[in-house]
């Protein structure tokens, strides 16, 4: 488990890893973040996290997403925690 600050300018949240099984992320700020694959995450284009909302990934045995995951934030900052599941 691990926490990160978000900012108006994207941010790696979590860091690729091959051998992911599930990820939680949670946002526990007051705006929503937005989350991508890359620096190119914008409020745009990102997937939201609504302000103490989450984001819930597992593979169920199936193989999942592995690669960074970014988050941004259209104004002002937000605290974001996540936990990842290994092999």
């Known amino acids: 488990m691990a926490n990160v600050t978000v ?12 051998a992911r099984l599930s990820l939680v992320i949670e946002n526990n700020g007051s705006v929503t973040v937005y ?3 890359d620096t190119s995450v914008s409020s745009s284009n990102g ?19 592995q690669g ?3 988050g941004i934030t259209a104004s002002s900052t937000s605290d974001v925690r996540y936990w990842e599941r290994t092999r």
């Open 68 to 70: 960074d995951i970014y």
């Open 7 to 18: 900012t108006n300018s994207a941010t790696k949240i979590v860091g690729a890893n091959t």
């Open 35 to 37: 989350i991508g694959p």
């Open 47 to 65: 997937i939201p996290i609504l302000s103490s909302g989450s984001f819930q990934e597992d593979s169920g045995g199936a193989r999942m997403y």
